[in-house]
């Protein structure tokens, strides 16, 4: 729909601001709030006041904050930033930052806060609406100069204090940021609404797609086929005339992959990650960094038509398979597979849950799990004849692509709804919608 916009605007001769109402004023966010406030204020509170801990995993991306976590206030030493209700946070560091980690602070345990380090807090003055400013902080043109205000290298890039400080935005009388907060709050609730229908919808689709799969895979299509017990307790009951094996059965070799410290390079042997592959079991050659690799590594590590290369660790159960071979070399996070049977019904079987599930029942490690290829050989998988197999897999693409269009839609339609989400909360904060005569049933007034 068409917003209305207010009658009168001026040239704020700041970039990202342009044009606001010409009743509002340009001003630094250090003139309307405090940015990390000292704890010294809790110095009075006794020590063994309970208090809500937030470390980032309970800082949303979409806004939420989850404060259940309590801990004693004296237990809480120095290293963790304070904050109390209605502050603002805005994460600090990559990529908490650019994903849009931050919260409004509400029903703290007894109003106070103590959390990661990796958090700025921002607490209003009397001239701004806490919920104005935590929208405002939200803003893709907040976020865009924030990113390029970013310092320190890699995954270590921090958000710095001053440009909190320095961030110019344009101020609303206090009445009109709280018609600005209030309209957001109920508009964006409505499209939140509408992703989490999509979202849900996405989650059922891909349910529907593994039970599809799990079930042909073991069951068949004939439902009038003679079925027995396949000796394993997962699989149950397999078409009478199906082989049940192990992988091993069916490998002719395997290979960790290639590790390498060197730098990439501009050109020469392409190098396979796990992020490479994607969860449909294809391969991107299109963006593999280059790697320095001797003739002999080339011959071990290369990789051909109808090879598997399995995640060892991190996406567990994660493989892809080589269609179109291009020179290249796989990661040593990566286990190649070269196998005697049908590649596409394979492709089916390997997705299958009793498959996926085995592989996380065989983990191995603390905190970095990781599979190894004997695990992998070790899983059970059913096997019919070749023409069934195809017919099998042929079946299942027809299905699942039509699964996938299904799933493909309802994630562009997520993408367009956060995009106009996007922009309607950066048209509010900047004054190019007159929200003055919106309703909270989403009507305007005329």
């Known amino acids: 729909m068409s917003y209305p916009r207010y009658p009168e605007y001026r040239d704020t001769g700041i970039e990202w601001l342009r044009d606001i109402p010409a009743h509002w004023n340009a001003k630094r966010l250090r003139r309307v709030c405090q940015i990390n406030p000292l704890r010294s204020e809790t110095q009075s509170i006794p020590g063994d006041t309970l208090v809500s801990f937030v470390p980032m995993e309970a800082i949303g991306e979409d806004g939420s904050l989850q404060a259940s976590e309590l801990r004693a206030l004296a237990d809480v030493g120095g290293g963790y930033t304070y904050f109390r209700d209605h502050d603002v946070l805005v994460a600090k560091i990559t990529p908490c930052f650019e994903n849009g980690k931050g919260a409004l602070c509400r029903n703290l345990h007894n109003g ?22 935590f929208h405002l902080t939200r803003s893709s043109g907040f976020h865009e100069q924030g990113e390029a205000a970013m310092y320190g290298a890699g995954g270590q890039k921090r958000v710095p204090a001053d440009f909190i400080e320095n961030f ?6 206090l009445a009109e940021q709280r018609a600005i907060a209030a309209f957001l709050d109920a508009e964006t609730a409505r499209i939140d609404a509408l992703v989490a229908k999509q979202e849900a919808l996405i989650a059922t689709l ?22 027995r017990d396949s000796g394993v307790p997962w699989l149950g009951e397999v078409p009478a005339h199906w082989e049940v094996l192990k992988t091993r059965r069916i490998t002719i070799e395997h290979k960790q992959g290639y590790y390498t410290e060197q730098s990439y390079i501009d050109e020469g042997v392409k190098l396979i990650r796990i992020t490479d592959i994607d ?20 011959g071990a590590f290369g990789v051909g038509q109808g090879d ?50 085995g592989l996380l029942r ?35 693409d027809r299905e699942t692509t039509h699964i996938d269009t299904l799933i493909a839609k309802a994630q562009e339609m997520i993408a367009v709804l956060r995009e106009h989400r996007t922009a ?18 989403g009507a305007w007034a005329r």
């Not at 599809?212 to 079925?227: E, F």
């Not at 049977?341 to 009793?354: G, P, W």
């Open 112 to 133: 106070i806060g103590l959390g990661t380090t990796e958090l700025h807090v921002l607490r209003a003055g009397p001239e701004i609406d806490a919920a104005f400013m």
């Open 168 to 173: 110019a935005i344009a101020l609303p009388p």
């Open 206 to 227: 891909q349910e529907k797609r593994r039970a599809l799969i799990s079930h042909v895979v073991t069951k068949g299509l004939d439902p009038a086929a003679p079925m």
């Open 279 to 298: 969860d449909f079991a294809n391969i991107n050659f299109s963006n593999m960094p280059f790697v320095q690799v001797t003739p002999d590594n080339e």
């Open 308 to 357: 598997f290369l399995f995640a060892r660790s991190g996406t567990i159960g994660r493989f892809g398979i080589v269609q179109y071979p291009e020179r290249s070399v796989f990661a040593s996070y990566l286990i190649r597979f070269r196998f005697n049977a049908y590649t596409e019904f394979l492709r089916y079987s390997f997705k299958s849950q009793n498959f996926q599930e």
């Open 362 to 396: 065989s983990l191995h490690g603390g905190a970095n799990h990781n599979v190894h290829a004997e695990d992998i050989k070790e899983q059970y998988i059913t096997l019919p004849p070749i023409s069934e197999q195809t017919v099998i897999a042929d079946y299942l």
């Open 424 to 441: 309607l909360v950066a048209a509010a904060v900047t004054g190019q919608i007159d929200v003055r005569g919106y309703r909270d049933n």
